[in-house]
């Protein structure tokens, strides 16, 4: 077969399943779950760099729902989100077609009602390969999550004001860690082996301080695809809606670790605790295929790290009697931000006025950090989602291409996004005269 023959893009087509059914999290521990086709997460969707992805969603929830592709530069009305699309009403189908054209690790997820539905199982990995990837002996998609849990495995319902305030001041963690939708699972790898694991964040507000029990891992790319070379970490703190990708191994014959969470400082101080996914054993080994070359990828900076900011963002705190608290963007909740222009570069400083962390997310396109508290970071990776600590100041930089149209940035603690902390903005094509009525809801607050 000639090689044009084998790369040539194709349409990759799934169909999707919103409906409740009973997940069983391990042996006799039954949730009602939210998922698709019936399982948690929902079915890693697999394309190719440049292929179409043809997803038909149906929606069997009793209520509406819409899906985003979190990380796929598409085109806005392919976004899933209520600025672009009405939501899939229960019982209707809705056709999402795009291209992927960047190799990488990507989610899908609700985003509607989301700190429910995501809660409870709406949510998914979208993986896009490159025939340029380094060669694993195999790969394997992990995605984290925590769901809480009431001693019967139900869901809990936020009952009295005083948890109402909790977790839409600090967000849901729960109780039950889970990996792939299972608790406490035992993985096995040969000795020898060297294995691709994409991790994914999937929790509506835990961070994972990520470890292999210690053990050296590479990160050798995130959100946006690859690094230029490998790092190596022994930990990594993964904000929710975040990915890492790490060569794992090789490891010795005998071994046992854990995939965990390591204790760390959180919001406010409070005290994070060591959260066990799932244990790993070793066993006897077998001969490696697995390469990682030195270099993966070529990243060109988008700006200096002195480029001075074109827009300013706070992430701020009000209080609201109703909901214990409302997350604010610009002193808005869930406001219109100033559009921008296709091909001006944008140079974004956004600043934490508050006391906790919050990953702040941007739809659709990626960025690169050029500062976290005046300190440039040690390498360049393209971004989507960056964790923003406590009364700290990112400044990112983005290029807008020629995607017009309705798009969003948020923080991705879910809790936070559902009370305010999220704004819209046009992405405006400046040869064409913008169309979009947006001049009624700039200014314009809920
Ligand atoms: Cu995963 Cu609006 O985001
Ligand atoms: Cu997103
Ligand atoms: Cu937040």
């Known amino acids: ?48 760099k440049g292929d179409t992805l043809v997803v038909r969603v149906k929606n069997n929830l009793l209520e509406p729902t819409i899906v985003h592709w979190h990380g796929i530069r598409l085109p806005a009305v392919m976004d899933g989100t209520g600025d672009v699309q009405a939501p899939i009403q229960p019982g209707e189908e809705f056709e999402y077609r795009f291209v992927v054209p960047d190799a990488g690790t990507f989610w899908y997820h609700s985003h ?41 495995n139900t869901f809990t319902q936020p009952g009295w004001i005083v948890e109402r305030w909790v977790e839409s001041h600090m967000g849901r963690e729960g109780n039950t860690m889970l990996l792939n939708g299972l608790e406490a699972q035992a993985l096995d790898l040969p000795a020898g082996h060297t294995e691709r694991w994409r991790f994914i964040n999937a929790s509506s507000a835990r961070y994972v301080l990520l470890s292999l029990g210690g053990h050296p891992f590479q990160m050798i790319g995130t959100d946006g695809g690859l690094l230029e070379t490998p ?34 400082l959180g919001s406010h101080g409070s005290k994070k605790n060591l959260e066990i996914y799932a244990s790993v054993q070793v066993g006897p080994a077998q001969p490696s295929r697995a390469f990682l070359p030195e270099k993966l990828n070529a990243i060109t900076a988008l700006a200096p790290q002195d480029a ?106 879910l809790e936070h996004h559902a009370t305010g902390m999220m ?4 992405v405006i094509d400046g040869s064409e005269p913008s169309e979009k009525a947006h001049s009624d809801r700039v200014g314009h607050c809920h």
Not at 120 to 144: K, S
Request: glycine fraction near 8%.
């Open 112 to 152: 509607a009602n989301e700190a429910v539905q995501i809660e409870r199982g709406l949510y998914g990995a979208l993986i896009v390969e490159d025939a340029a990837d380094p060669v694993f002996d195999r790969e394997r998609v992990m995605v984290l999550d925590d769901m809480k849990l009431t001693g019967d």
């Open 231 to 264: 790092r190596t970490l022994t930990e990594f703190l993964l904000s929710p809606g975040e990915r890492i990708d790490v060569a794992a191994g090789p490891f010795a014959e005998g071994e046992t670790f854990s995939i965990e969470s390591r204790p760390f």
């Open 1 to 48: 077969m000639d090689k044009t023959m084998e790369t040539a893009p194709n349409t990759v087509v799934y169909h999707l399943e919103a409906s409740e059914f009973g997940w069983d999290i391990a042996p006799g521990k039954t949730v009602p779950a939210w998922g698709f086709n019936r399982q948690v997460p929902g079915p890693v969707l697999k394309a190719k």
């Open 308 to 413: 001075p900011a074109t827009r300013r963002i706070e992430f701020s705190l009000g209080l609201s009697l109703k909901k214990g608290a409302d997350f604010l963007i610009n002193g808005h909740r869930h406001g219109l931000d100033q559009p921008v222009m296709v091909g001006a570069l944008q140079v974004w400083e956004i600043r934490n006025r508050t006391r906790m962390h919050h990953p702040f997310h941007l739809h659709g396109f990626f960025f690169q950090v050029l500062e976290l508290n005046g300190q440039a970071p040690e390498f360049l990776a393209w971004k989507d989602t960056f964790n923003i600590p406590p009364s700290g100041t990112l400044k990112i930089a983005w290029m807008p291409d020629n995607r017009p149209g309705m798009w969003m940035y948020h923080c991705h603690v």
């Open 423 to 426: 704004a819209s903005f046009e």
